[in-house]
């Protein structure tokens, strides 16, 4: 897997043999593409949040660039059999206010996680399927899943690890029909305040003010490798020409998306860009909530039916879409089209997976099949500060819609509005992106097309409300297999019936871009996240 991700990495240039920055400036200043929706470590299943809470809060496993699972608070880990793990931690790591790190806060993070309210998209997808969790002593974690889970440590990757000491459940207990001892747990609006966003990770939250900055200071006490800088401020910088007046004022050294038609300006001013092929599928949703009493939202000329229960409607959705043209015009090349919802060589993609042919003809004959010879009207949701460019995606796809018969109009708005009414099925179709977070197919799958039952931890964000027994059924085999061959070829199986089916139409992969003044470099990520920690002085 390793020599493949590095095939998917595209560096637009080189980054110039520089002279590093000096020792004394450890400040680092970033602009953010989409701020973070909370500060809670297990509130949003989101890129931006995700990305913020490694500085702050650690897991048992971490990720490379290229998304290879690495130590981090665990040191070691092994089953012991097909459905027990044991994961061997660190000694000597202490939280960012003195208080040792133990099994027992592993055990408390999990046994909080399905605690956290109003979650947009939960993290109960990383817990499912535990069902004992063990500390036979400080240092050593034993876990129990109802089945075999052989992606566990992935798992336990997308989880920040919290203090159960400093939640008053220092003696928690793990158990499967609720867990004792938890005291009650923190509501996600009280990590907003650094004394309780308390990690064990590189850094300490020292300020937070929603739209105006996050303010991070060096832990000093931290057990691993110091970072590079003192002090990093992260700016949420929507809107695209701020961010680039910003960099090129010097008011921040480093943004995320840059545009891409400045691309040539910002290099033109002595900046570097640097840009990879992520794991972002950008996708549209389609409401396929099969409920006679459920009347779907913003459509309009099909007396009272939701046209994208059938499945013809859903395909002529996909054939109408140019997805080279979005690719070509709107991301200047930068992006790849997508036929399924992860990119190969990435485990549980298949090499060469057909991207759907444009073909309006074929979408007019599919609706007249349909009985909707003359179309019918629909409301397109999307962010506009989320995705690159995904405002203008949206509009170029409504454009293409329409000239099928589909009048498609566009109600696009933040990304935390967006997510809000998303959660709330307001939207008949919408646009969003995913980024799996554990580098493979079944995470994808599980958060997208498996059918939404959140008591379960699956289907997640499915906020289409797809449903198919048999992709289920193949999924969660896949996820129970341990065989890698046996489980790749499950996953290619269930990827390829759910896009037959039209389930979700994939549209692109992002290829991420990054800029930043002389003398930093930073690698491209494939999970897309910006790090301070890996941006470092060049030559260094």
């Known amino acids: 897997m390793k020599q493949g991700i590095r095939r998917l990495a595209l560096v637009a240039m080189p980054f110039a043999a520089l002279a590093a920055a000096p020792a004394a400036a450890q400040e680092l200043r970033i602009g953010l593409a989409s701020e973070p929706t909370s500060m809670d470590p297990h509130f949003h299943n989101l890129g931006p949040n995700n990305a913020l809470r490694k500085h702050i809060f650690e897991g048992l496993v971490t990720q490379d660039a290229e998304q290879k699972i690495r130590p981090e608070l665990a040191s070691s880990w092994r089953t012991l059999d097909d459905t027990t793990w044991e994961f061997k931690l660190r000694p000597n790591v202490k939280f960012s206010n003195g208080m040792d790190f133990t099994a027992r806060d592993a055990i408390y993070t999990v046994c909080r996680v399905p605690t956290v309210e109003n979650s947009p998209s939960s993290f109960t997808v990383a817990t499912r399927g535990i069902v004992g969790m063990e500390a036979p002593d400080p240092h050593t974690l034993i876990i129990k899943t109802a089945s075999p889970q052989p992606l566990l440590p992935n798992s336990m990757a997308t989880l920040g690890i919290l203090s159960a000491q400093a939640n008053g ?9 609720g867990c004792e001892g938890l005291g009650t747990p923190p509501k996600s609006v009280e990590f907003n305040e650094p004394a309780k966003a308390i990690g064990t990770g590189p850094y300490k939250l020292a300020n937070y003010t929603r739209g105006t900055h996050i303010v991070l200071e060096r832990n000093e006490t931290y057990w691993g490798q110091k970072p590079h800088w003192q002090k990093v401020t992260f700016r949420p910088m929507s809107s695209q020409g701020a961010r680039v007046a910003g960099l090129l004022a010097g008011d921040v050294d480093l943004i995320e998306n840059p545009p891409i038609q400045d691309f040539e300006r910002i290099k033109g001013a002595g900046f570097e860009i640097a840009e990879g092929l992520s794991n972002r599928i950008i996708y549209i949703h389609l409401d396929q909530f099969n409920d006679p009493n459920w009347k779907t939202p913003g459509v309009k000329g099909t007396d009272g039916k939701n046209p994208f229960l059938d499945k013809r409607v859903r395909q002529a959705v996909s054939k109408a879409i140019n997805r080279q043209a979005i690719v070509e015009r709107i991301m200047g090349g930068h992006a790849v089209p997508a036929g399924e919802l992860l990119p190969y060589p990435l485990f549980g993609a298949t090499k060469d997976f057909p991207v759907e042919k444009y073909d309006p003809e074929g979408a007019k004959k599919l609706l007249a099949e349909a009985g909707y010879p003359n179309g ?12 690159i460019n995904d405002e203008k995606i949206a509009q170029a796809v409504a454009q293409m819609l329409t000239r099928v018969g589909i009048k498609t109009n566009v109600d696009a708005m933040t990304a935390s509005t967006f997510f809000t009414r998303r959660n709330k099925f307001e939207f008949s179709m919408y ?6 977070d554990t580098g493979e197919m079944s995470n994808s799958m599980n958060a997208l097309v498996v059918t939404l039952q959140p008591d379960k931890g699956l289907g997640g964000t499915n906020r289409g409300r797809y449903s198919n027994k048999q992709v289920d059924e193949l999924v969660l085999k896949a996820m129970a297999t341990v065989n890698d061959e046996a489980r790749e070829k499950l996953l290619q199986e269930a990827s390829k019936l759910a896009m037959s089916d039209y389930g979700i139409i994939p549209l692109h992969f992002e290829v991420t871009p ?3 003044k002389k003398g930093l470099s930073y690698k491209p990520r494939v999970d897309q996240y910006t790090l301070a920690t890996e941006v470092a002085p060049s030559g260094s």
């Open 169 to 177: 459940a220092e003696n928690v207990r793990f158990r499967a029909g």
């Open 376 to 387: 019918f009207e629909v409301t397109l949701g999307t962010p506009n500060d989320r995705y």
């Open 431 to 436: 646009l969003a992106g995913w980024g799996a």
């Open 514 to 516: 990054w800029a930043f």
